[in-house]
């Protein structure tokens, strides 16, 4: 048995997110008061995806706890429906941008504690790409707007340079992707492994 249900971990991990992006609200940068404000930053995005995720899993764990035993089939379809948004949330959010961002330790608790069915691999892919060519296009979008680059390192490099590193990031994106259906996949196969063994009558 867990010294901490999973249950619990999640509320701790969600309120640490929250906690989180109230304080990166609370610092006074000049670059949070320009076009964008922190919308500009992949970071804060990621909070805010890891937040909306983990709300999501404390609110199925809810659901859970309360459709057990009710026999009610809609509120079983709610919470069918509430699991897969999770799951599509992980596999094409939470984790490759987690990863990306390095909020990694709290996406792998999420993940040994749960299982998580990825999506078809590609419809995740496409979801992933769809994600990563429109941040590229708001961080050229707010360039076209203010004339600055939201990371200055792309006001030293030439144009080509700057096609190969977004698409570059896109490619990065979709390996980690399906790094987190390999290793989702590899944790569970792992854990059906060793629940079949000690299924397995002992050989006196």
């Known amino acids: 048995m867990a010294l901490v249900p999973c249950q619990v971990l999640r509320v701790a991990i969600l309120l640490s997110y929250c906690s989180i992006l109230c304080n990166y609200k609370a610092i006074e940068m000049p670059s949070h008061q ?39 089939q809609e509120q079983e379809r709610q919470l069918k429906k509430l699991i897969s948004l999770r799951d599509w949330m992980l596999a094409v959010l939470a984790f490759p941008v987690g990863v990306h961002t390095t909020v990694l330790p709290f996406i792998l608790i999420e993940m040994r504690t749960s299982h998580h069915a990825y999506p078809s691999r590609s419809s995740g892919l496409a979801a992933i790409c769809t994600f990563s060519v429109g941040y590229i296009l708001w961080v050229c979008w707010v360039h076209h707007i203010t004339g600055m680059w939201v990371y200055p390192f792309l006001e030293h490099i030439g144009p080509g340079a700057r096609i190969i590193f977004f698409a570059s990031t896109t490619i990065l994106m979709n390996f980690l992707y399906l790094l987190g259906e390999v290793l989702n996949s590899y944790i569970w196969d792992t854990q059906r492994s060793m629940e079949e063994e000690k299924e397995k009558p002992k050989l006196e």
Do not use: E, H, M, P
């Open 34 to 72: 320009t076009y964008g404000g922190s919308w500009k930053f992949l970071t804060f995005i990621d909070l805010v995806i890891q937040a909306v995720f983990f709300g999501i899993c404390v609110l199925t764990d809810l659901s859970s706890l309360l459709t057990r035993g009710s026999g009610n």
